[in-house]
C-alpha cells in the first residue's frame, strides 16, 4: 500500500568545551608579565574496545523438563517408577530423554539406563497424550499409560515416530516413556483431544498373535531347507498360515507355546511390563507387538506389522487442522463454505525454495526458479538454475531449516486429503522462487524473483507460463532501495499484489520490502488476537494476521501456539510438520486470503484490494479505533474478505449466516485467569444471538465489547476460590438463531506449574566464526535464565539458547528447547558498538511432527538426522548452581 516516506538522519553529537579566558594578570598594563598559558583540555578518555551483552531467557509455564535427562549440568530427579512418578500439570509439553544401557552420548545415563521416565498428571476424559519421539530412525521408545497402582491400562507402541492415546476417563493417571532401544529425546504433549493421527491408537485393530511378514530375498526359504530367519520363526512359535515366496506372509502364533517367551528375549524390559496387565485382550495385543518388534530387528526379514483388521469408515479429514488454531481466528472455515481457492490463482512465494515432495505439496505448485547467485550460497553447486528445491538453509550458527516450506504449506498445503496441513486457499498454486540461501539472501537476487514472478525481464533469461497473482515476501534486513521501490512500482502496475512480513524486531522503525509503496505491510498476533511481542509496529504496517508465540499453550491442546505447517527434518529428505511464530508466518496468511478473493472476483485489482482495506472490508478493527501503528487496518478476516470480493464482482452472495468464535478451546494453566473470546457472524445474512452460558460456576462471561444483536468481544474468566487441586472442565455454549457453538475450557487449579526446560545453554556466535565465542549456563528461577557476556569485542553477533538433554554438546536438537534473540525464524544480528542490555527472548520445544506416522517398521539409518551446528564449545559444570 501508499507509504508515508519516513528518512532517518544520524545526528552527530558535537561536544563543546568551555574554557575560562583570563585577562592580563596584576597591574593594568604590565608589559613584563608572564603570559597565561591556554587551559590543557581533560584527556580523552579513549572508547572501550569491549562491551557487555546481557539478558533474560525466559521459558512458559506451559513447559516442563524431564527431571532425569543425560545432561550432568542439571540436577537428576529421578522417575524410574510409578512410585516415585514426576508431578506434571495439565495440558503440558514436556521435554525428555529415556535410553537403554550403554546407547547414547556419554552422560548421567549411558552406562546404567534410563529406560523408564514417569508422570504423574491428572486427566479428563477424551483428552490425549501424544509422545514424538526425537530419533526415531535409530531409536524406539513406547508410551504405556499406568493407574496410581501400577496396572497398565492402555499403551502405544507401534508408530516409532508418533505415539498416541485417548483417556477413557476422568482420573490420576501415570504417564510411561519407555525405551525400548537404543537413545532418543522425546516431547510429551498432554491436552485436549487432538491427537496427531486424528484417532488413538487402539482403534488400529489388530488380529491377536498373527504377524504379516516379508522375508529379504537372500533369506527365502527353500522347500527342502530352512534358512535362519524361518528356523528362528518355528522356534518362537511361528507357523507359517498363507502367502509365499517373494511376498507377503501370514504367521501365526501358538498361544501359550513356551516358544512365545523367546519372541520377547529382545524386548528386554519390555517383558516385564505383561505382567502389569490384568485385561486378558490387552496382554494379547501387546505380546503380538512385541513379538511383531522383535522380528523387526531381524536383518534378514524386510518388514514386519501387525495384521490389522479392517471395517468400512469414511476418509479422514487433514488429521493436523485441529492445531491449526490461526484459522478460527480469521474465521477461514466459514470462508472455505465460499471458496478453498482456483488453481488458475498462482502466489510466488520468494523464500528459501521448496520440498516439492512433501506429501501436502506434492501437485500444490507450478514451474519456479532459482535466483540464488551465489554458488557458496546456493548449496546446490551452482547459480541461478531453473531447480526452486530447498537444499536447506543452514549455517554455521543455525539449524537447517526450510522455511519457504513452511511459509508455501500456510498459502497452499494440498487441504481435505487425510493427512497434515491445509493451506489458506488449497485449491491455489504455489509458484517457488529461492531467493534465499545459506545465510539469507541478497536484495539483488529477490528483485530477480520478484521481477520472474511478475512475468517481467529477469536474469533467468525467461518468463513463467503465466505471472503470480500474487507474491509473498517472508523475508527483509535490507534498508530502503530505490532500485527495488522502482521495481515493486513497475509489479503493481502489471496487477501483481505484493504481500510482506513486517518484521520480528520489535521495531518501529521501517522494514523493507514490507515498508514499500506497494506492498501489504503484515504484524503478527498471538492467539489472544494480540500484538506479538516480536512483532513490527509502526506507520507501515497494513494488516495482522496471526504470527503465533510459541511460549504459550492458551487453547490447551499440548502444543505451542505457533503456526503450524509443511518443513522438513534433517537434509529435506524426510518431511514433517511443525509449529513456527513469526511475521513470516503472518504474511501467508494474508497471501492466501488474497488468493481466495481473487479465486471468486479475478479482476480483482491491487488498488481495489487496498481500496477494502483502507474501508476495514477485509478485517476485525483491532487496537484503537480505526488504522492504528501496532495491527494496521486490523485482523485479516477471510469470511469478510471472500464476501467483499463478491460484492465488489456485483455479485450478491446467498445468505449463509453462521455464528462463528475465534477459539475453538480456551486453556487457563497456571496462573492465567482471563482469556477473550469473540462470537461473530461467519456468515452473510441475518443472525442474532439468543444466549451464551457456561456450564461451571467458576466460569464467568463478562461483555467487552458487544454489538446489539449479542455479538462481538467477551471476557471469559474463572474463579479459583474454594476449588481442590486438580485439573477441571467446563463449556460455553452459544445459541445463535441459526446454529449453536461449543467452546471446550480447561482449568488448573494449583497445579504448581514452574517454567522449566531444563538446564538452558545460552551461546554467544561472532558473524562468520563456526564455534560460539563465549557461553554461558543457567538454571530456571521462576521461569528465568539470566545471562551476561562481559569483555565482548566490537562486532557483530547473534545469541541463541537451548537445553541439551541427551548431552551431546548440541542445543536444539529435535525434542529440545531452542531459542535465539529475538526469534528462532529470524535470529537478530547485534551490531556491538556500546553495552547491550535487555536482550530478552524465550526459549520454547521445537516440536516436529513427522509427515507420517508409519506403523510398520522404522528403518534404522542416519541419513536424515543432521544434527543443528549450535555447539557448546565445551561441556559445563552446574554443580554449583541450585
Known amino acids: 500500500m501508499q507509504k508515508n516516506s519516513l528518512h532517518l538522519l544520524a545526528a552527530a553529537a558535537i561536544t563543546m568545551l568551555a574554557t575560562a579566558c583570563g585577562g592580563g594578570g596584576g597591574g593594568g598594563g604590565n608589559d613584563d608579565s608572564a603570559p597565561v598559558p591556554p587551559p590543557v583540555p581533560p584527556p580523552v578518555t579513549p572508547p572501550p574496545e569491549s562491551f557487555l551483552i546481557s539478558g533474560t531467557v525466559t521459558a512458559s509455564s506451559s513447559q516442563t523438563v524431564d527431571g532425569d535427562t543425560n545432561d550432568p549440568g542439571a540436577i537428576a530427579r529421578p522417575n524410574d517408577t510409578v512410585a516415585t512418578a514426576q508431578p506434571v500439570s495439565n495440558p503440558i509439553t514436556l521435554g525428555g530423554y529415556v535410553n537403554q544401557p550403554g546407547s547414547g552420548a556419554p552422560g548421567r545415563s549411558q552406562i546404567p539406563g534410563d529406560t523408564d521416565d514417569y508422570f504423574r498428571v491428572e486427566l479428563l476424559a477424551g483428552q490425549s497424550v501424544t509422545m514424538l519421539v526425537a530419533d526415531f530412525q535409530q531409536a524406539d521408545a513406547d508410551l504405556y499409560l499406568f493407574d496410581t497402582q501400577g496396572r497398565i491400562l492402555d499403551f502405544s507402541i507401534e508408530s516409532g515416530e508418533v505415539e498416541t492415546l485417548v483417556i477413557p476417563r476422568d482420573g490420576t493417571y501415570v504417564v510411561n516413556a519407555f525405551a525400548y ?153 466459514a470462508a472455505w463454505d465460499t471458496t478453498t481457492g482456483n488453481p488458475q490463482v498462482i502466489v510466488a512465494v520468494i523464500d528459501t525454495g521448496i520440498l516439492s515432495r512433501h506429501p501436502d505439496l506434492t501437485g500444490q505448485s507450478v514451474d519456479g526458479y532459482d535466483f540464488v547467485s551465489s554458488a557458496d550460497r546456493a548449496r546446490d553447486g551452482d547459480g541461478i538454475d531453473p531447480n526452486p528445491e530447498d537444499p536447506g538453509d543452514g549455517d554455521s550458527t543455525a539449524s537447517n531449516s526450510f522455511h519457504g516450506t513452511h511459509v508455501s504449506g500456510t498459502v497452499a498445503a494440498a487441504g481435505n486429503n487425510g493427512i497434515g496441513v491445509a493451506g489458506v486457499a488449497y485449491n491455489a498454486r504455489i509458484m517457488p522462487l529461492r531467493a534465499l540461501g545459506a545465510g539469507g539472501g541478497t536484495t539483488y537476487d529477490v528483485d530477480q524473483a520478484v521481477r520472474f514472478a511478475a512475468g517481467l525481464a529477469n536474469d533467468s533469461g525467461t518468463l513463467p507460463a503465466r505471472a503470480a497473482d500474487i507474491i509473498n515476501l517472508s523475508l527483509g534486513g535490507a534498508p530502503f532501495s530505490q532500485s527495488s521501490q522502482a521495481l515493486y512500482r513497475q509489479v503493481r502496475a502489471a496487477g501483481v499484489v505484493m504481500v510482506a512480513s513486517a518484521g520480528n524486531e520489535a521495531s518501529s522503525r521501517p522494514s523493507y520490502p514490507a515498508a514499500y509503496d506497494g506492498v501489504i505491510s503484515v504484524a503478527a498476533v498471538d492467539a489472544q488476537r494480540q500484538r506479538a511481542n516480536y512483532s513490527n509496529t509502526g506507520s507501515s504496517i497494513d494488516l495482522a494476521a496471526p504470527g503465533g508465540d510459541s511460549g504459550v499453550d492458551l487453547n490447551g491442546d499440548g502444543y505451542p501456539d505457533g503456526v503450524l505447517s509443511t518443513d522438513g527434518v534433517g537434509t529435506g529428505s524426510s518431511f514433517g510438520y511443525t509449529f513456527l511464530s513469526g511475521t513470516s508466518m503472518a504474511a501467508p496468511h494474508v497471501a492466501g486470503v488474497i488468493a481466495l478473493m481473487k479465486s471468486v472476483n479475478p479482476d480483482l485489482s491491487p488498488a481495489d484490494i487496498d481500496a477494502l482495506i483502507l474501508r ?36 450478491t452472495p446467498a445468505d449463509n449466516p453462521r455464528l462463528s468464535a475465534s477459539a475453538a478451546a480456551l486453556n487457563f494453566s497456571g496462573s492465567v485467569d482471563e482469556l477473550e473470546l469473540e462470537l461473530r457472524n461467519g456468515g452473510n445474512g441475518e443472525l442474532a444471538l439468543l444466549d451464551v452460558t457456561a456450564s461451571e460456576s467458576w466460569l464467568q462471561l463478562n461483555p467487552l465489547d458487544i454489538r446489539d444483536d449479542g455479538l462481538g468481544l467477551y471476557q471469559v474468566a474463572v474463579e479459583r476460590a474454594g476449588l481442590a487441586v486438580g485439573v477441571y472442565s467446563a463449556a460455553i455454549t452459544a445459541r445463535s438463531s441459526v446454529n449453536t457453538l461449543t467452546i471446550g475450557v480447561i482449568m488448573s487449579v494449583g497445579d504448581g506449574s514452574v517454567a522449566d526446560v531444563g538446564v538452558v545453554y545460552i551461546l554467544l556466535y561472532e558473524q562468520g566464526v563456526e564455534e560460539p565465542v563465549a557461553q554461558a549456563a543457567a538454571s530456571a528461577n521462576n521461569g528465568r535464565y539470566d545471562f551476561a557476556f562481559s569483555n565482548v569485542p566490537r562486532g557483530q553477533y547473534q545469541v541463541f539458547a537451548g537445553s541439551d538433554a541427551d548431552n551431546d554438546l548440541l542445543i536444539c536438537d529435535p525434542g529440545e528447547a531452542c531459542g535465539s534473540w529475538l526469534t528462532v525464524d529470524q535470529p537478530i544480528v547485534i551490531d556491538l558498538e556500546s553495552d547491550s542490555e535487555g536482550i530478552d527472548f524465550p526459549v520454547d520445544y521445537l516440536i516436529s511432527i513427522p509427515a507420517s506416522a508409519t506403523v510398520g517398521q522404522a528403518p534404522r539409518t542416519n541419513q536424515d538426522q543432521v544434527k543443528p551446528k549450535i555447539r557448546i564449545a565445551t561441556p559445563m559444570d552446574l554443580s554449583t548452581k541450585e
Open 616 to 651: 476495514g472490508d477485509i478485517s476485525d478493527d483491532l487496537g484503537t479505533p480505526g488504522r492504528d501503528d501496532l495491527y494496521g487496518h486490523g485482523l485479516v478476516n477471510a469470511q469478510q474478505a471472500v464476501l467483499a470480493a463478491l460484492a465488489a464482482s456485483g455479485n
Open 181 to 333: 532401544e537404543g537413545a532418543t529425546s522425546y516431547i510429551l504433549a498432554i491436552g485436549n483431544q487432538n491427537t496427531v493421527s486424528g484417532r488413538s491408537q487402539p482403534q488400529y485393530d489388530i488380529v491377536p498373535w498373527e504377524s504379516v511378514i516379508k522375508y529379504r530375498a537372500s533369506a527365502e526359504p527353500d522347500n527342502d531347507s530352512v534358512k535362519p530367519a524361518h528356523h528362528r520363526l518355528r522356534r518362537m512359535g511361528m507357523e507359517q498360515r498363507a502367502g509365499g515366496r517373494g511376498r507377503a506372509r501370514l504367521m501365526g502364533m501358538r498361544r501359550g507355546n513356551p516358544g512365545a517367551d523367546e519372541t520377547l528375549e529382545r524386548a528386554g524390559e519390555a517383558m516385564d511390563k505383561l505382567g502389569l496387565i490384568e485385561d486378558p485382550r490387552l496382554r494379547a495385543r501387546l505380546e503380538t507387538l512385541l513379538a511383531i518388534k522383535s522380528l523387526r530387528d531381524d536383518p534378514q526379514i524386510e518388514y514386519a506389522e501387525p495384521n490389522y483388521r479392517i471395517r468400512a469408515m469414511a476418509a479422514p479429514n487433514d488429521t493436523g487442522y485441529p492445531f491449526q488454531w490461526h484459522y478460527p481466528l480469521i474465521d477461514l472455515p
